[in-house]
């Protein structure tokens, strides 16, 4: 597991209210179409002129300069914007948390910086998807161990078909290798007995 040494300044940072960010208007914009364009210089300068909040904004779709990064499974960004206090369960576009976004991507080093940030691990997005439920529907077994190990509850079912990553799970035999996992997961419950 790599070094989480540049996250640990942001956890221990203000976060900055996506109020602020999304009425910081034009400079917010700029920002995450840097972002959109890895623009290293642009991105630092205008977070050095508006250093509270802008991290935060939402582009059109309604995404943030983080989910952005992370939907392209972009390392350096992804750190770079933890790093200057991105909110770590701010949803995007659908809803979707960085937790989710990483999960439908794989991207696992994100996944882990997320969740040692505070990343809510059974956060949904709009169709009641948690990032466990998404690892499952993409097949990512080591994302769903990550999530499993960090808590996340097999059980807790969707809005869109009312299954849980369990069941999703059981009914994908190309999944069996996470349905093992959620199977030796002893349920919360279970487990404090």
């Known amino acids: 597991m790599k070094q989480l040494a540049f996250v640990i300044l942001a956890a221990t940072a203000t976060v900055a209210s996506p109020l602020y960010a ?17 623009d290293g210089d642009k991105a630092t300068s205008i977070l050095e002129g508006h250093p509270h909040g802008i991290v935060d904004t939402r582009d059109g779709e309604g995404n943030t300069g983080l989910i952005i990064a992370i939907s392209r499974s972009d390392e350096t ?5 933890l790093n200057k206090g991105a909110d770590p369960n701010l949803g995007g576009k659908g ?22 940030l505070g ?10 998807e948690t990032p466990l439920i998404i690892a499952v529907q993409q097949r990512e077994l080591p994302m769903a161990r990550m999530l499993l190990d ?8 969707d809005a869109a078909a009312g299954y849980s990553a369990r069941d999703y799970a059981t009914r994908d035999p190309r999944a069996r290798d996470i ?5 030796d997961k002893k349920p919360k419950a279970a487990a404090a007995k």
């Open 150 to 157: 960090a808590g996340a509850n097999p059980d807790r079912s």
């Open 22 to 38: 999304q009425s910081a208007g034009t400079a917010g914009n700029d920002f995450v179409e840097a972002v959109k364009k890895s």
């Open 119 to 128: 990343a809510k691990v059974d956060a949904t997005n709009r169709m009641g």
């Open 95 to 116: 809803g979707d948390t960085p937790l989710i976004s990483a999960s439908r991507v794989g991207f696992e080093q994100a996944a882990q910086w997320l969740i040692a």
């Open 77 to 81: 960004w992804t750190g770079y914007l």
């Open 179 to 183: 349905l093992k996992l959620i199977q």
